[in-house]
Structure formats: C-alpha cells, structure tokens
C-alpha cells in the first residue's frame, strides 16, 4: 500500500569489464528477449581474457544491435535477479526500467521489475521525470543490486517508471545512462560513479565498439580499453568542460568545402542516438548536395548511387573523421536506402551537433572521466 501511495506523487576491481552488444536485424520480428539471451549467453559465456590495459584483465558481456538505431545489453536488478535490455547512453545519467505496475501501453510490452519478488529492493519518496528525443518518462527513485556483467553495486539508485510515453516498438525496456551525475534528472549518483567512487573499476573510463552490418561483435567495456577494437593510436580530444560528453568541432567539409561550423561548434558524442544531428539549414545543404528526397520522416536517396556519394569529413581537433556515405546511408525494412543526418531542434546561440551511431561505428571512442577527454580511433 505504501508503495501505491507514494507511486501516486507521479502523475575498476583490477578488471577491464567489457560487456557485448547485440544486433536484432529487424525490428518487425517478434521474438522473445529472454530466449534470445539465454541463447546467446549459451554461445557466448562470459569468461576473463587475457588482453591487459595497465596491468588489468579483461571480462565481456555481449550488446544487440537493433537495425542500426539502438544498441543493447543486459543488465540485472534485484535479488534474486530480474534481466533487463537496456540502451547504454552517453547523452543522458539516469538508470530506469519499467514498474510492474505502469500502465502504459509501451510498459505492457516490456520487460517490468517486480518490486515485491526482490529482497535487496528499498523505496524512497523521490520521483522524477525524462524528456528523451524520443519519448518520455515518469518514474520514482528507489535503491537496489544491480549487477553490469561482473559489476555489482549494491543499494545502488535508479528509476522505475511508473508511466510513459513515445516508446512504442522500441525493443529495448529501460536506460543506462552514463553522463555525468550533473545531469541526472533524478538526482540519484549514476551507476558508473557509485562504481568507481567505490573502487570496483581500476580506471575511470568505458568505451564503445559499435558493429557494423551485422548482429553481434558489439561491446561496451568499463575499467580500461581492448586495443584490438581499433586501428592506429587513440587521438584524445579535450571535453569543452567537464560535466558533459561534448566536444570541438573545427569544420564540417564535403569534398574539400566547408559546409558547417564554418566558425567552429560543439559536438555531443551520443552512444544513444542512431543519426548525426546538426542544424536544419546545413542539413538540408547536406541533403541537397547528395540529392536525397524527403520521404515522411527521413531523406531517401538511390541505393545504386550510395558509392558514388561524398563523404562528408569532420575535423575535431586538428583530425579529420570522414564519414562515408556507406555509412550515413541505411535501409528500412523495405531495401530504400535513407540517411541517417537529421535536424536537430535545439535554441542554442552556437551551431551544435549530435554524433550518434553512425559516427561511432566507424570509431572506436573511449570516454575518460579521469582526464575529461574523449579517445577516438579508426574502429576495425
């Protein structure tokens, strides 16, 4: 009844940890996660590895890719554990799932923590709530284990929603997020700090390594970094300040002509987002110069003209990142071939970019809280 009440205010250890993403190829298909789990962990058990980063070893737990817009993994709440997808997200603290008791019509198709069945779980009188690009949530603040792979934090705060909205065939159940505790919007220590004020990661950092074309290979990592993930040296670029995962964009180039940030601008490095983002009068330009039509949503160009297409180049911090157009195109569930730019709604008085997904598949990216920075290297 308390729980109903107060429900009601709504309206590194020595380890590398590197935990696996997985790829679901469609997200027409209607398939059971906790089967889909059970047989990838049955082919992929977790196991240390040998490869060391400052004298620290190496665990893996895979991430799905879901048609090239989320990546997810498994992580378990409660006592004895509850396994939940969740997107890994860069842009955003908190870390929830669904209630047992939201309503919602998306709650009903997800994965709901049942309160009741977990003897480590604690409620407090805190709520809060989420506006996310593509949804939003409400939800309540309260403590449990949660367990990232071999991680644990005990009593650990996080979010259960209690309501939401906008999530409709997303095959994910919640949200990891792993900004800094600044942001969070219910105020609770995120996961990643708890751990590492904690000591349970020997570094202050994690990484992504985003697979392309295909359903498994993915990786997020805690606590060091898996040199096999990318090509060359790490390039570190300096955080614009500490507290957010954004960064210096020199330029924006299309065939050796500066078409954005012609000025310099920001960029958020966005493990949560499928697209490039920036403002809509150089996206349209973007759009313009590869001859892509709108369609709905999106901007769809011919699949048979995809390599003759520019790439578009990204200088950040005196390097360039080009971006080919096999990778800012995609296709949809019916083989047409559409970009991944999209305009970013946003007042800011400086031009800013997202660079979600289809940057990062091309670059491995490790994100440093000890030293504010962010490593970018040719993913292999």
């Given at each position: 009844m308390?729980?109903l009440?107060?429900?009601?205010?709504?309206?590194?250890?020595?380890?590398i940890f590197?935990?696996?993403?997985?790829?679901?190829?469609?997200?027409?298909?209607?398939?059971?996660?906790?089967?889909?789990?059970?047989?990838?962990?049955?082919?992929?058990p977790?196991?240390?590895?040998?490869?060391?980063?400052?004298?620290?070893n190496?665990?893996t737990?895979?991430?799905?890719?879901?048609?090239?817009?989320?990546?997810?993994?498994t992580?378990t709440i409660?006592t004895?554990p509850?396994?939940?997808?969740?997107v890994?997200?860069?842009?955003?603290s908190d870390?929830w799932?669904?209630?047992?008791i939201c309503n919602?019509?998306?709650?009903?198709?997800?994965?709901r923590?049942?309160?009741?069945?977990s003897s480590?779980f604690r409620?407090t009188?805190k709520?809060f709530?989420i506006?996310?690009?593509?949804?939003?949530m409400?939800?309540?603040?309260?403590?449990?284990?949660?367990?990232?792979?071999?991680?644990?934090s005990?009593d650990?705060?996080f979010?259960?929603s209690?309501a939401?909205?906008g999530?409709?065939?997303?095959?994910?159940?919640?949200v990891?997020?792993l900004?800094?505790?600044?942001?969070?919007?219910?105020?609770?220590?995120?996961?990643f700090?708890?751990?590492?004020n904690?000591?349970?990661i020997?570094?202050?950092?994690?990484?992504f390594y985003?697979?392309?074309?295909?359903q498994?290979?993915s990786?997020?990592m805690?606590?060091g970094?898996d040199?096999?993930?990318y090509?060359?040296?790490?390039?570190?670029?300096p955080?614009?300040?500490?507290g957010?995962?954004?960064?210096?964009v020199?330029?924006?180039t299309?065939?050796?002509?500066v078409i954005?940030?012609?000025?310099?601008?920001?960029?958020?490095?966005?493990?949560?987002s499928s697209?490039i983002?920036g403002?809509?009068?150089?996206?349209?330009?973007i759009?313009k110069?590869?001859?892509?039509?709108?369609?709905?949503?999106k901007h769809?160009?011919?699949?048979?003209?995809?390599?003759?297409?520019?790439s578009?180049?990204?200088?950040i911090?005196?390097?360039n990142?080009?971006v080919?157009?096999?990778a800012?195109?995609?296709?949809?569930f019916?083989?047409?071939?559409?970009?991944?730019?999209?305009?970013?709604?946003?007042?800011r008085?400086?031009?800013?970019?997202i660079?979600?997904?289809a940057?990062?598949?091309?670059?491995?990216?490790v994100?440093d809280?000890?030293?504010?920075?962010?490593?970018?290297a040719?993913?292999?």
């Amino acid at each position: 009844m308390k729980w109903l009440v107060l429900l009601g205010l709504v309206a590194f250890s020595e380890c590398i940890f590197k935990i696996p993403l997985r790829r679901v190829k469609t997200m027409r298909k209607t398939l059971s996660g906790k089967n889909m789990l059970n047989n990838f962990l049955k082919e992929h058990p977790y196991k240390l590895s040998q490869i060391s980063f400052r004298g620290s070893n190496l665990t893996t737990l895979p991430l799905r890719n879901i048609w090239d817009i989320f990546y997810i993994g498994t992580i378990t709440i409660g006592t004895p554990p509850q396994e939940f997808q969740v997107v890994f997200d860069t842009a955003s603290s908190d870390l929830w799932v669904p209630s047992i008791i939201c309503n919602s019509s998306t709650c009903s198709t997800h994965v709901r923590f049942r309160h009741r069945q977990s003897s480590t779980f604690r409620l407090t009188n805190k709520t809060f709530g989420i506006t996310y690009g593509s949804g939003r949530m409400k939800g309540v603040v309260v403590h449990d284990t949660v367990r990232i792979g071999d991680l644990v934090s005990t009593d650990q705060p996080f979010g259960l929603s209690v309501a939401e909205y906008g999530f409709e065939g997303r095959r994910f159940d919640g949200v990891l997020g792993l900004n800094y505790p600044n942001i969070s919007f219910s105020k609770a220590i995120p996961i990643f700090d708890k751990l590492k004020n904690e000591g349970a990661i020997s570094e202050p950092v994690f990484a992504f390594y985003l697979s392309k074309d295909k359903q498994k290979g993915s990786v997020v990592m805690f606590g060091g970094v898996d040199h096999r993930y990318y090509k060359g040296e790490l390039n570190w670029v300096p955080l614009i300040r500490a507290g957010d995962w954004s960064v210096h964009v020199d330029r924006i180039t299309m065939k050796g002509e500066v078409i954005g940030c012609s000025d310099g601008c920001t960029a958020m490095v966005d493990t949560g987002s499928s697209n490039i983002q920036g403002p809509g009068r150089v996206i349209d330009n973007i759009h313009k110069l590869i001859g892509a039509t709108p369609r709905g949503s999106k901007h769809y160009v011919s699949c048979s003209a995809v390599s003759a297409l520019p790439s578009v180049v990204f200088t950040i911090n005196g390097i360039n990142y080009p971006v080919p157009a096999r990778a800012y195109v995609l296709k949809d569930f019916t083989g047409n071939c559409y970009t991944t730019f999209k305009e970013k709604r946003v007042r800011r008085s400086t031009e800013f970019w997202i660079l979600g997904e289809a940057f990062l598949r091309l670059y491995f990216s490790v994100f440093d809280r000890g030293n504010d920075r962010i490593g970018l290297a040719r993913a292999v």
